[in-house]
T-cell receptor
Framework: EAGVAQSPRYKIIEKRQSVAFWCNPISGHATLYWYQQILGQGPKLLIQFQNNGVVDDSQLPKDRFSAERLKGVDSTLKIQPAKLEDSAVYLCASSLVTEAFFGQGTRLTVV | AQSVTQPDIHITVSEGASLELRCNYS??????LFWYVQSPGQGLQLLLKYFSGDTLVQGIKGFEAEFKRSQSSFNLRKPSVHWSDAAEYFC?????????FGAGTRLTVKP
């Protein structure tokens, strides 16, 4: 069974630039999560989708972050403009019922 | 609101010694509880999970955890630690539609 796929694995951008991350969940998983993991901290939920609808985006900085999940499958997370404090690993996860399966993550460095 | 506390930021044990990582949670209903492990540069791997039933759950790599409702705890244990167990460990709590992580405990294994 294929796992959660994320790309790119690494990204370095300058502050005020924009960046986008892509996630392909496990086939058939209705729930998709995006987490932000800052170095030395636990993952923080940014947004959760159920199919193509948003369940929880209370911790998403909506002035600069956006996410979509078209057709209830793939998802993209965008940051525009990026700030230095956005440097982190962005993890995508998907679940069928309750157990979440995680991708390898995208490590973003903002300089 | 649900939350997870991992009181120990960093633990060092000798190879072959026993291990216990602490996790306390706050959740309004019966929680689903998880332990994940993250090696450097890797994604999160599920070690074990508790949904209901027997409060002592067995996981992969020789790990086990015990759910104690009265103490709101879900501590992770291993009787004999191996050098390859050195990693970051995250406790998580969730329901059918969400998941929150603790800040993590970094495990160092001394030879």
């Amino acid at each position: 069974e294929a796992g959660v796929a994320q790309s790119p694995r690494y990204k370095i951008i300058e502050k005020r630039q924009s960046v986008a991350f892509w996630c392909n969940p496990i086939s058939g998983h209705a729930t998709l999560y995006w987490y932000q993991q800052i170095l030395g901290q636990g993952p923080k939920l940014l947004i959760q989708f159920q199919n193509n609808g948003v369940v929880d985006d209370s911790q998403l900085p909506k002035d600069r972050f956006s996410a979509e999940r078209l057709k209830g499958v793939d998802s993209t997370l965008k940051i525009q403009p990026a700030k230095l404090e956005d440097s982190a690993v962005y993890l995508c996860a998907s679940s069928l019922v309750t157990e979440a399966f995680f991708g390898q993550g995208t490590r973003l460095t903002v300089v | 609101a649900q939350s997870v506390t991992q009181p120990d930021i960093h633990i060092t044990v000798s190879e072959g010694a026993s291990l216990e990582l602490r996790c306390n949670y706050s959740y309004g209903a019966t929680p689903y509880l998880f332990w994940y492990v993250q090696s450097p540069g890797q994604g999160l791997q599920l070690l074990l999970k508790y949904f209901s039933g027997d409060t002592l759950v067995q996981g992969i790599k020789g790990f086990e955890a015990e759910f104690k409702r009265s103490q709101s705890s879900f501590n992770l244990r291993k009787p004999s630690v191996h050098w390859s167990d050195a990693a970051e460990y995250f406790c998580a709590v969730g329901g059918s539609n969400d998941m929150r992580f603790g800040a993590g405990t970094r495990l160092t294994v001394k030879p």
